[in-house]
């Protein structure tokens, strides 16, 4: 059972930054982060994998940053010239042995 503990979340104006962290309990080759909005469905964001396949959502590109520590089995996503759009409760997500693992969500709120 892969656990995934995420933090960062937070207010924060728009414009702004913030870095969301997920901490792994074992090596997962992909992690992912979805964000899920009021009344909408849960979407991707972005994707890295150990080595370097890293993909993004175009509404993203260019304003976060996906990375990893493979040491400490981290995700990371640095967002930034964050927008009200942005707000969403974000997931990170891992595949292992064909079966999906969520963390438990951080909201992100971006509003003056």
């Known amino acids: 059972q892969v656990q995934l503990v995420e933090s960062g979340g937070g207010l924060v104006q728009p414009g702004g930054s913030l870095r969301l962290s997920c901490a792994a309990s074992e090596y997962i080759y992909i992690m992912c982060w979805y964000r899920q909005a009021p009344g909408k469905q849960r979407e991707l964001v972005a994707c890295?994998?150990?080595?370097?396949?890293?993909t993004y959502a175009d509404s993203v590109k260019g304003r976060f940053i996906i990375s990893r520590d493979n040491i400490k089995n981290t995700v990371y996503l640095q967002m930034s010239s964050l927008k009200p759009e942005d707000t969403a409760v974000y997931y990170c997500?891992?595949?292992?042995?064909?079966?999906?693992?969520w963390g438990q969500g951080t909201q992100v709120t971006v509003s003056s």
């Open positions: 890295k994998s150990t080595s370097v396949i890293t």
């Open positions: 997500n891992a595949v292992k042995n064909s079966v999906q693992y």
